[in-house]
């Protein structure tokens, strides 16, 4: 008697057809078209209540944006805070336009556009809100720094860059101390003073600070 052949007469499983892999759900897609409404929000409450008084929820109601909406772009009251701040230096400063009047003091002047009373106003509110911020959480100091100063002293070293090229100063100069000195001095006005930085105080600094700096050991022309 012939053994049957278990493997050829028993019948073969299908295949199992392969594992589907199920993509990972993409995440909603996040709406930064109402990022300047907030941060402006932001602003106004930072300076009516300060920072300590200031709330996540007040900015919302003042923005008419849902707090969750806030909470997934800024994850903290200070993070909303420096971006805000961020947000209003850079609507003073547009690196693709600065002055060029072919003159390093004229550049440096055309600079100075000092806010009308009621901005000057706020944004002395906002700066003392960043002062109660960084007591609070000295850490943020970096940061601020970032947001406040930095910006400024880059468009700075773009001025003193153009100087050089045209020999009006030394090309050895300190480019890095001396783009910081205005906005530092201005930042300790506003920051530490309580003052904010008029006119007259921003082109003292350039004519009695920054330019005799910016000049020595440059040969006169």
């Not at 806010?115 to 940061?143: C, F, H, Q, Y």
């Amino acid at each position: 008697m012939t053994q049957t052949n278990l493997a050829e007469s028993s019948p073969v499983a299908p295949a199992k057809p392969p594992e589907t892999v199920s993509k990972p759900r993409l995440g909603r897609k996040r709406d930064h078209t109402r990022d300047n409404d907030i941060l402006e929000a932001a602003l106004d409450v930072l300076a009516e209540t300060g920072y300590d008084g200031m709330t996540i929820d007040m900015v919302a109601t003042r923005a008419k944006a849902g707090k969750a909406t806030l909470y997934r772009r800024w994850a903290s009251k200070s993070d909303l805070v420096l971006d805000a701040v961020a947000c209003m230096k850079s609507k003073d400063l547009d690196m693709a336009a600065l002055p060029d009047t072919g003159d390093l003091r004229g550049d440096l002047v055309a600079m100075v556009r000092p806010p009308n009373i009621r901005d000057a106003e706020r944004k002395l509110n906002v700066m003392t809100g960043v002062v109660s911020m960084i007591a609070r959480d000295p850490e943020m100091a970096a940061a601020a720094h970032e947001a406040i100063v930095a910006p400024r002293a880059a468009a700075n070293r773009v001025l003193f860059e153009r100087a050089i090229t045209r020999g009006e100063i030394a090309a050895d100069v300190d480019l890095d101390t001396l783009s910081m000195i205005a906005p530092a001095m201005a930042a300790f006005r506003t920051l530490i003073l309580r003052r904010p930085p008029d006119r007259d105080f921003l082109i003292g600094i350039i004519d009695d600070v920054v330019l005799p700096a910016a000049r020595r050991g440059t040969p006169a022309h």
